[in-house]
């Protein structure tokens, strides 16, 4: 079973960057569809990034489209999230999760998550 650590969060001024990593021990990411999703104080957890299983093709929600970018370094066994141009609604709690059900059909792994708090 793979298990997630999520790194890379803090405190951060409206407009800047930071890089969220989300290591993997146990079985190797390349094989599970990954994503990133967050949540803030008093709302759902949404949907941020994602990246396709043994593949490049990447989807973003409408809020973070042009400002995040979701990557991956199999070598690292690593996914990351640069986010840039940060805003004072993009504070939440950023958890990573990977999809490791036979038919692909929802993420059922997930990290502990990471703070981003974005001071404006």
């Known amino acids: 079973q793979v298990q997630l650590v999520e790194s890379g969060g803090g405190l951060v001024q409206a407009g800047g960057s930071l890089r969220l990593s989300c290591e993997a021990s146990?079985?190797?990411?390349?094989?599970?569809?990954m994503g990133w999703f967050r949540q803030a104080p008093g709302k759902e957890r949404e949907f941020v990034a994602g990246?396709?299983?043994?593949?490049?093709?990447?989807s973003y929600a409408d809020s973070v489209k042009g400002r995040f970018i979701i990557s991956r370094v199999n070598a690292k066994n690593t996914v990351y999230l640069q986010m840039n141009s940060l805003i004072a609604e993009d504070t939440a709690v950023y958890y990573c999760?990977?999809?490791?059900?036979?038919?692909?059909?929802?993420?059922?792994?997930w990290g502990q998550g990471t703070q981003v708090t974005v001071s404006s």
């Open positions: 146990g079985r190797a990411l390349r094989d599970y569809t």
């Open positions: 990246i396709i299983r043994r593949g490049a093709t990447t």
């Open positions: 999760a990977a999809d490791t059900t036979e038919k692909g059909v929802g993420y059922d792994v």
